[in-house]
């Protein structure tokens, strides 16, 4: 079954990179490192059955995506059987785990939360911003992000001094957000992107969800929508406006528009001044441009 192995191997190496092992032919959900990921973190998966056809599925607990492989094609309807209840063994051993992992980062983030320090004021990371704690709680030398799911703390973003930001490993991440404010009948709800931009905007009045990244403003949108029907929810998205420039697109304002139109919102974005740098790409970013722009 080696050659089983190599080929697996092959595809594998071919959606995530390169590989200096063999994966293990047992049936079991297997964690491994992704070339290109952070040091230290095991967001690739695999599951590579050996017998009859060789077959499997792998995928990334980062992204979300999932593959699957066969050595041939089944050449009768047993055969197809056999490999289509794999797969649904694959799934439901990769669902299995993912909430377990979920379950033990909720935990201790629960923990960290509890026994944490009130954010220092003076925070690098606050300060470079320019924005106030809201609440936040400190570990050590990052701030914590507590990041709900149905009102219940599912996991952390950890602030480093220096801005490197990280999620609780294992974490839920679609669908949390953290709050700024409370949600009330008849004024507006803004979901953004990240928490400096939600402060920004909380600081000028406005209930804030922070999605914490691109990929999560529309499942945010879809839930908040849900438990609140009537609220306005206007999405304050990104303006990616330096990849677009570099032909990528926008991803930030696909995004936006994208969450809007699945929620029922509406959609703002930053209004550039004609010698705002293209670097600049949020709120938190305009009103920091133009606290430095005030004082030169």
């Known amino acids: 079954m080696t050659d089983a192995k190599i080929l697996f191997r092959d595809v594998l190496q071919s959606a995530c990179g390169p590989l200096d092992w063999l994966p293990l032919d047992d049936g079991d959900i297997h964690r491994f490192h992704v070339p290109g990921d952070k040091p230290g973190t095991l967001n690739g998966w695999y599951c590579l059955f050996a017998d009859g056809i060789a077959s499997g599925a792998f995928g990334s607990w980062k992204t979300g995506g999932t593959s699957t492989w066969c050595s041939r094609e089944p050449v009768d309807a047993r055969e197809a059987d056999q490999v289509r209840q794999r797969i649904e063994q ?22 960290w939360w509890r026994d944490a320090r009130r954010a220092d004021p003076a925070h690098p990371y606050l300060v470079a911003k320019g924005i106030r704690a809201h ?42 957000y953290s709050p700024l404010g409370r949600i009330t009948p008849g004024k507006p709800l803004c979901i953004c992107e990240g928490w400096a931009t939600g402060a920004t905007l909380h600081e000028s009045g406005y209930t804030v969800a922070c999605a914490m990244n691109a990929g999560n403003l529309k499942p945010v949108a879809v839930a908040l929508r849900a438990e ?9 998205g990104d ?16 995004a936006a528009h994208d969450a809007a139109a699945a929620c029922g919102g509406l959609v703002t974005f930053p209004e550039w001044p004609a010698d705002a740098p293209l670097t600049l790409s949020d709120f938190n970013d305009l009103a920091a441009w133009r606290c430095r722009h005030a004082s030169a």
């Open 90 to 111: 694959a799934r439901r051993q990769r669902e299995a785990e993912r909430q377990r992992r979920q379950l033990r980062a909720a935990s201790l983030a629960q923990h």
């Open 228 to 236: 609140h029907p009537g609220t306005e929810i206007i999405i304050a």
């Open 239 to 254: 303006d990616d406006r330096e990849t677009e420039a570099e032909g990528k697109g926008n991803p930030g304002r696909t």
């Open 135 to 176: 609440g936040l709680r400190q570990r050590g030398d990052d701030l914590l992000v507590p990041l709900y799911a149905g009102g219940v703390l599912a996991n952390l973003q950890r602030i480093a001094p220096d801005g490197d930001k990280r999620f609780l490993y294992g974490g839920r991440i679609k669908g949390v």
